[in-house]
């Protein structure tokens, strides 16, 4: 199993670059799921407003992260209507969870690999899954993501990967 060696940051909310590279993950979270919501129930199968959530947490830290989480979902909803407010809270509590989980793996692994993606990812899936129930009170539609979202998840580990080894390596 290939695991690669790579420069993590961990940038805090005092320095510009947490906003820019904040901006930047926000606005490919907001591109993404546009490009996906061309297929039917895209959004459902691909997971794409979780994907640079991922990527922005594991190589710059929490911070990043959790302005990506938190600010991908509210803006695209404000913008496009997408995710829907009945659907707002569970995504905004999945996001959080994977930018914490992908921080925190990085942070304590301090390299990266296709099983330690499939960790954070299932992690996140796991206990965002829960508080789903826990807030919509059915089980069917709190697994959703593991219904149907397989691909979506399969993105995130194999494409973050991609993206985070190859095109990031600075």
Known sequence: MQTTTLKLYSLHYLQAKTYLMAMAFVIGNMLLPQLC???PQ??????????FTLIGAYKYGWQVGLMTA?????LNHILFGMPPVAVLPAILTKSVFLAIAASIAAGYFKRISLPILVGVVL???????????AMVGDFMIAVQDFRIGVPGMLIQIIGGYFLITRLMRK
Do not use: N, R
């Not at 938190?70 to 509210?74: A, H, Q, R």
């Not at 992690?123 to 129930?133: D, H, P, R, S, V």
């Open 123 to 133: 992690a996140y899936q796991i206990f965002g899954t829960l508080i789903e129930w």
């Open 70 to 74: 938190i600010f991908s979902p509210l």
């Open 42 to 51: 895209g959004g459902f199968i691909f997971l794409p407003i979780y994907f």
């Open 37 to 39: 919501h061309l297929v």
